[in-house]
């Protein structure tokens, strides 16, 4: 029964994380994964990483947002969410985790 | 070769070797450890060239959006990156736990590893760790260069340290001949006179003559022989504590004085005497020098000449002459014939130091002296005073 419980819970999370993100950023063509390798690039660690993406969230500003100035003259600033300080943090997580790297570095060897 | 020459020249041996081996093993660390780092030194920079080649590959991945994203590594190396928490991102090897982050360079064990800081941080990665199998063959092939080096060079060394060492302990070898030459010509000068002494005493005893001039005679020439040679080597012994008292002294009357003395040994021999001496030649010189100088003069002139032979003795206000016609030196010999114990002709007895003496008198008075010899025709001495 536990791992059902489990795939069951990550179904869940990925529907949800679907939904309350990736919809509105796919619909307005802001690639999740761009933003994310952004992050990367300014603070590499995750823990800072979801902190800062916590805040944004919480808190939206073009000054807590990792896009440059010129992106909200194109873009409006997003609403504050909604959702709780746990349901972000849980979505927060499976982004990071639907974005890793690490998953996906492979070593080859030089031709 | 004698046990004391031995001695030295394994002293001399080990000294030099053992100083030799350090001077060496100096130099060979020295040039190990400078070949060594040099070495590394290329290995880092191929390490360090890697480092580069992966840092593009990370730039290109920022912004490659792929399900895989492929590093490619040249064989022999391996790869960590780590976020700026210093927490692991990807690896393909296991980092040391006690990795020193601020050092770009470590070796462990047969590894090199090298840590590359990245900003921005590509990918996330605030550091690039490369491990890189260090190439031994190198260090190898420089110890045993060494190895071999330090061994042909102590073959070398050795042999060249055992021929110097024979030309080290050469002077002293001939200081031992020269002795032992010494000791076997005193004990057989000594023991001529002495038993002639001895003998003629016998014969005086035993025949109960009363009339024994011959005999005395013989005594006489013998003890005088002894008290020469008694008179010559104290005077070298003494030499360098001699106190000289230099007067004006009349030559011509000490030369008379010493040829009377010769005169026993002159008949002995049947020499005939021819003397051309000027009445006083007066030189400043210390008595003692004076007869040392004219008595080993007579004394050779004696002792080399032909039985029946001429001995002429001229002195002048210039100069003093002695001229025998005996065996007479081989002119090779004329060049070190002042030397001490040197015996140009050993068909007399002798200890070889009558012409030193006369040599160190005549440097001390600055006097000229020369010999002019042909063999089996006889040799003439002069001594020069005047300027």
Request: net charge neutral.
């Amino acid at each position: 029964m536990l791992p059902f419980s489990l795939w069951s819970a990550q179904e869940d999370i990925q529907s949800r994380l679907e939904q309350e993100c990736f919809r509105c950023h796919e619909k307005q063509k802001i690639p999740s994964e761009a933003i994310y390798r952004r992050y990367l690039l300014k603070y590499s660690s995750r823990e800072t990483i979801r902190r800062k993406i916590f805040g944004y969230l919480s808190h939206p500003s073009a000054q807590r947002s990792i896009m440059p100035p010129q992106f909200f003259n194109k873009f409006a600033i997003k609403a504050p969410s909604d959702l709780d300080e746990k349901q972000l943090h849980e979505l927060i997580d499976a982004y990071i985790a639907h974005f890793d790297i690490a998953g996906k570095l492979r070593i080859l060897p030089q031709e | 070769m004698y046990r004391s020459e031995k001695r030295s020249l394994f002293r001399f041996l080990a000294i030099y070797l053992v100083s030799t081996l350090i001077l060496f093993s100096a130099g060979s660390y020295i040039f190990y450890v400078f070949e060594k780092h040099h070495l590394l030194d290329l290995q880092r920079e191929s390490v360090k060239h890697e480092g580069e080649k992966i840092q593009h590959q990370l730039i290109r991945l920022q912004s490659t959006f792929r399900p895989t994203l492929p590093i490619y590594l040249e064989n022999g190396y391996d790869i960590a990156l780590l976020d700026i928490d210093k927490k692991l991102i990807f690896s393909n090897f296991d980092l040391p736990k006690d990795f020193d982050f601020t050092q770009e360079y470590q070796l462990r064990s047969e590894y090199m590893i090298y840590n590359k800081p990245i900003d921005p941080y590509y990918l996330g990665a605030a550091y690039m760790i490369i491990r890189m199998t260090v190439d031994q063959s190198g260090i190898a092939n420089l110890q045993k260069m060494i190895l071999m080096f330090m061994l042909s060079g102590g073959v070398f060394f050795s042999v060249l340290g055992y021929f110097l060492g024979r030309m080290f302990v050469a002077p002293m070898r001939e200081s031992i001949e020269m002795m032992n030459r010494f000791i076997q010509d005193t004990t057989h000068e000594l023991n001529t006179p002495i038993s002639t002494i001895l003998t003629n005493l016998e014969l005086m005893e035993t025949l109960e003559k009363c009339d024994a001039k011959s005999e005395m005679q013989r005594i006489e020439i013998a003890s005088k022989t002894l008290s020469r040679i008694y008179d010559d080597l104290t005077y070298l012994r003494l030499n360098q504590n001699y106190h000289r008292e230099i007067r004006p002294l009349d030559l011509s009357r000490l030369l008379q004085e010493r040829l009377l003395y010769f005169a026993v040994a002159i008949e002995a021999k049947r020499i005939r005497l021819m003397t051309q001496i000027d009445e006083e030649i007066i030189v400043e010189i210390d008595r003692e020098d004076a007869i040392r100088l004219i008595d080993n003069l007579l004394s050779n002139a004696i002792k080399y000449n032909k039985t029946g032979g001429i001995l002429e003795v001229k002195i002048d206000p210039i100069e003093l002459s002695v001229k025998d016609s005996g065996v007479g030196i081989p002119q090779k010999e004329l060049g070190t014939i002042f030397d001490r114990f040197k015996r140009a002709n050993r068909s007399e007895g002798g200890f070889g130091i009558g012409l030193n003496i006369v040599y160190q008198i005549v440097q001390a008075y600055k006097y000229r002296i020369s010999i002019d010899s042909e063999p089996n025709i006889g040799t003439e001495v002069t001594i020069t005073w005047q300027k």
